[in-house]
Every structure is written in structure tokens, then in C-alpha cells.
């Protein structure tokens, strides 16, 4: 499928989705949301898909979403047309999974976008930051709440209130990211991660994800009451049987998603 605002390339397992509005640092408008969330379901549901990694230009991951699209809106318009809340859905549902890999600006709706994936590498050059508070809104996917969670009430607080860009390496100390690369490093660090996770069942990345993401929205008794048991799920597929057999017999495993 072709589309205008991303540039989407499928090989070895791996689709790597790139924003691509230079003219707006990649802002996000109404055509790019529904375009990512149209591009990750359908790798999601591609079987020659195992990792997804989303990733920007030099200059931004993404600087929010697009200012001027949002300019003349009302309140009945945002809050008939749901803005963005379907396609935010679309991308936290997508069960494989997703690495941000980070440069430049990430900004507001950016940001956001960012931490509804599963990791962040970021580059040295990686600015993060909730700025809607100086243009007199909030942050409205998830930058209260998956902000709070990756880096704690205080600095999600100091985020949200001042508007004030955080830079990478503080990121990384924080939390937020997973780690930071030289910029020049950025995009063949994120294949390599995803390389890796690509070699994997993708039945168990699927199960990890999961997993997770549970650990976000439950007690610690449920979280691992669900860990159980899909630890003992694994026992059930395939790729248990050839992940240890390969182990005892000092070969690479060869997984076929069973
Ligand atoms: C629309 C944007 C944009 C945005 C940048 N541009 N950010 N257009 N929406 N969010 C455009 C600029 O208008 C300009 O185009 C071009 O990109 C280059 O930007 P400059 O400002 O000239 O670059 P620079 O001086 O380097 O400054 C970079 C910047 C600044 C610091 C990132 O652009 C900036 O502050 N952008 C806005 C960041 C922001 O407030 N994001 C939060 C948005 S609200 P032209 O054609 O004018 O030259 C949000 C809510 C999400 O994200 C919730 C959704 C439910």
C-alpha cells in the first residue's frame, strides 16, 4: 500500500516505518495518524512481520501534533471527532512489538506516540517534551498518564507544567528511554535490536509484550499470576521444544512461530 506521510519497507522480519512530513518535523495530522495506525495493524497481521520500528528524520521524531490542523478546531470538533483517541488505540492494540527509534525533536502528540511503543533508542540529539501547556491545552495521548508511569509524578509534573524540553541523556537516566546512541548510530542500532527480537518466536515476543504491559495495569499479584501462566503457555508451543533442543544440542534455534 502506498502512502503520503510514511515510507514503510518490509525485509527479514522487520517493518520499519518512517514519519515522513520534513515541511512539519513530521507533525502529526489527521492523514499520518490513520496511515500509522492503518501501516502497524496491517504488519501486525503480516507474518513475515516480527518487530516494528517506527522512527523519524535527523532533525524530529516527531514535533507533536500539526499545530495548524488543530488551530481553528472547537471544543465540539475535538470532542465529537475523538481526535486521534481511535488511531492511538489502533497502535497500543498492535500485539508485536514496536520500537521508537528517536532523533531530534519529540515533542507533545510525538512524545506520545514514542511511549505507546515498546521501547525508545534514542539518539544523542533525542529532545523529549509535553509543550501543550504553552499553547493552552493538555497533553491528550497519554502524556499525563504514560509519562507518569515511565518517569515518575515529579518530572512528569516539571514536563507537563513547564513545557520544558528534557534532552537524552537525562531521558535515558529517567527511564524513559531504553538507551541512547550517537545519532549517526541511531537507525542501524534499532534494526540490530529488532534483528534480534526478529529471531525470536514470535508467539513469545507476542507473550513478553503482553506481559508487560500488564505489569502497567494491574496489582503485582495479578501481574505475576498472569506471568505463571503464561509461562506454563509456553510449554504448549513448538518453539519451546526447538528453543531447548537447540540449547542441549549448541545450535542456533529455529523458530517457526508455532
Ligand atoms: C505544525 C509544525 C509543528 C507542529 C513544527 N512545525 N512543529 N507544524 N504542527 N507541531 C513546522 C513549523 O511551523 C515550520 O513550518 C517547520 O515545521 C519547522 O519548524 P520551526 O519552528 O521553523 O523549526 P525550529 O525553529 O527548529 O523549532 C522547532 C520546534 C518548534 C521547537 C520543534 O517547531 C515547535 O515548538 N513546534 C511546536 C511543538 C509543539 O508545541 N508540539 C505540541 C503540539 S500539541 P513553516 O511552514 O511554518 O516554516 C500536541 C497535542 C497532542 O502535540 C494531543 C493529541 C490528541
Not at 15 to 38: G, T, W, Y
Not at 76 to 102: M, N
Not at 224 to 252: C, H, P, V, W, Y
Amino acid at each position: 500500500m502506498a502512502y503520503e506521510t510514511l515510507i514503510v519497507e518490509i525485509e527479514d522480519y522487520i517493518a520499519l516505518i518512517r514519519l515522513n512530513r520534513p515541511e512539519a518535523l513530521n507533525a502529526l495530522n489527521a492523514r499520518l495518524m490513520q496511515e500509522l495506525a492503518a501501516a502497524v495493524t496491517a504488519a501486525d497481521r503480516n507474518d513475515k512481520v516480527r518487530c516494528i520500528v517506527i522512527t523519524g528524520s535527523d532533525k524530529a521524531f516527531a514535533a507533536g501534533a500539526d499545530v495548524k490542523e488543530m488551530a481553528e478546531k472547537s471544543f465540539t470538533d475535538v470532542f465529537f471527532d475523538d481526535l486521534f483517541a481511535p488511531e492511538a488505540d489502533a497502535i497500543t492494540r498492535v500485539r508485536k512489538p514496536i520500537i521508537a527509534a528517536v532523533a531530534g525533536y519529540c515533542l507533545g502528540g510525538g512524545c506520545e506516540l514514542a511511549m505507546m511503543c515498546d521501547f525508545i533508542i534514542a539518539a544523542d540529539t533525542a529532545k523529549f517534551g509535553q509543550p501543550e501547556i504553552n499553547l493552552g491545552i493538555v497533553a491528550g495521548m497519554g502524556g499525563t498518564q504514560r509519562l507518569t508511569r515511565a518517569v515518575g509524578k515529579s518530572k512528569a509534573m516539571d514536563m507537563n507544567l513547564t513545557g520544558r524540553f528534557m534532552e537524552a541523556p537525562e531521558a535515558e537516566r529517567c527511564g524513559l528511554v531504553s538507551r541512547v546512541v550517537p545519532a549517526k548510530d541511531l537507525l542501524a542500532e534499532a534494526m540490530k535490536a529488532a534483528a534480534k527480537i526478529a529471531q525470536k518466536s514470535a508467539i513469545t515476543t507476542m507473550i513478553v509484550k503482553e506481559a508487560v504491559n500488564r505489569a502497567q495495569e494491574t496489582t503485582l499479584r495479578e501481574g505475576i499470576l498472569f506471568e505463571r501462566r503464561m509461562f506454563n503457555a509456553a510449554f504448549a508451543t513448538e518453539d519451546q521444544a526447538e528453543g531447548m533442543s537447540a540449547f542441549l544440542e549448541k545450535r542456533e534455534p529455529q523458530f517457526r512461530d508455532r
